[in-house]
């Protein structure tokens, strides 16, 4: 028996939702001010440390073929690590790129980064936020999100699409010509899927069985332009940030020790970028009707069902980070600071 996580993803028209005029006035002033201000040279990741052990200070944010794997990556299986399938994920980083060889993010040169992480939430809609997005260094975008009819919401380019085979977009939907596709596993057939998009082949029928929802046949990027998240980065964001316990074997369900793939790329951020912002963050299950993703018809309720991840202990950290100056919360879904009190 196999405990499936809820599937909230919709692209069908969108709920009837109006923004405040006055309100979609202040953010765009918040953001504005944030892409003015002055950006800290490596900020994020020296805030991020203090809640970090020592060893987090060498975390790389992704594999690459020419550097050896780390022993303690074995000791726990996916999403946390590759125990088990050392085999496996040997011959997927041959089809990687080395580290010495690939593009690299943004103008990195000595300029001071600025990134933003685009979650999918229904705060984003109707801010009209896109071409201020689209002016940020870094732009990380999660699992399949649209652009295209929602760009002046969320904008049009892409940095990187971070996403694992069952959120991927089945149509590509990024044209920006330099995104990179960061592939997370979440479970060993997650491997094979990735060799075969990095390769342009077809995924073997056995894996299919092993995938809770149809996943995508091909990924159309050059195999360059693929990225294996380190688990590590994962690891340290459970167990350290959102201080769950280590993983264990249960048989008939499954604790909510998994952090989001939105948490796990605030922290992958930090790795990237001297200064991190969050846009289309935060659940508001006050408002009765508001919309959960700025696209799609499935309004919060949808939320409430939620097993896989624990919502309530994310926002505490999200909401603390934001406090303490680590990040800044652009859409004002985890902490407004430019709402009326």
């Known amino acids: 028996m196999v405990a499936?996580?809820?599937?909230?993803?919709?692209?069908?028209?969108?709920l009837d939702w109006h923004v405040n005029p006055a309100h979609k006035k202040k953010v765009h002033e918040h953001v504005h001010r944030v892409l003015e201000g002055p950006c800290q040279p490596g900020s994020a990741r020296q805030s991020l440390l203090a809640r970090l052990p020592a060893s987090s200070r060498s975390t790389q944010p992704f594999l690459w073929k020419n550097i050896p794997l780390p022993d303690d990556l074995f000791l726990y299986p996916p999403p946390f690590g590759f125990k088990?399938?050392?085999?496996?994920?040997?011959?997927?980083?041959?089809?990687?790129?080395?580290?010495?060889?690939?593009?690299?993010?943004?103008?990195?040169?000595?300029?001071?980064?600025?990134?933003?992480v685009v979650g999918n939430g229904g705060v984003l809609r109707g801010?009209?936020?896109?071409?201020?997005i689209d002016r940020f260094d870094t732009i990380i975008r999660l699992n399949s999100g649209p652009l295209g009819e929602f760009s002046v919401d969320v904008g049009n380019r892409t940095s990187i699409r971070m996403s694992y085979p069952e959120g991927t977009p089945h149509c590509w939907i990024d044209t920006d010509p330099h995104t990179l596709f960061v592939s997370v596993v979440y479970k060993s057939v997650d491997i094979s899927w990735i060799s075969a998009m990095?390769?342009?082949l077809t995924v073997p029928l056995w894996d299919w069985l092993f995938f809770w929802k149809k996943v995508p046949d091909?990924?159309?990027?050059?195999?360059?332009?693929?990225?294996?998240?380190?688990?590590?980065?994962?690891?340290?964001?459970?167990?350290?940030?959102?201080?769950?316990?280590?993983?264990?074997?249960?048989l008939w369900a499954t604790d909510q020790n998994v952090p989001t793939i939105g948490v796990t790329a605030l922290s992958l951020a930090t790795l990237l970028c001297d200064n991190v912002s969050l846009?289309?963050?935060?659940?508001?299950?006050?408002?009765?009707?508001?919309?959960?993703?700025?696209?799609?018809?499935?309004?919060?309720?949808?939320?409430m069902k939620e097993k896989t991840h624990n919502v309530d202990k994310e926002t505490e950290l999200l909401q603390s980070l934001?406090?303490?100056?680590?990040?800044?919360?652009?859409?004002?879904g985890i902490q407004c600071s430019f709402c009326s009190s």
Not at 106 to 115: E, I, L, M, P
Not at 226 to 245: C, D, G, Q
């Open 218 to 250: 091909q990924i159309p990027l050059e195999p360059d332009k693929f990225r294996l998240l380190n688990p590590h980065v994962i690891k340290e964001t459970a167990l350290h940030l959102l201080k769950y316990p280590p993983p264990r074997r249960r």
């Open 4 to 14: 499936l996580p809820l599937t909230v993803t919709d692209t069908t028209n969108p």
């Open 198 to 200: 990095i390769n342009k």
């Open 84 to 116: 088990g399938l050392q085999d496996k994920i040997e011959e997927l980083l041959k089809q990687l790129p080395a580290s010495d060889s690939a593009p690299e993010l943004g103008n990195r040169s000595d300029k001071c980064q600025r990134c933003v």
């Open 279 to 303: 846009a289309g963050f935060g659940y508001n299950f006050s408002q009765q009707g508001a919309p959960l993703h700025y696209y799609g018809q499935l309004s919060m309720d949808a939320m």
């Open 127 to 132: 801010l009209e936020l896109g071409p201020l």
């Open 322 to 332: 934001v406090r303490e100056g680590t990040i800044t919360d652009l859409t004002g």
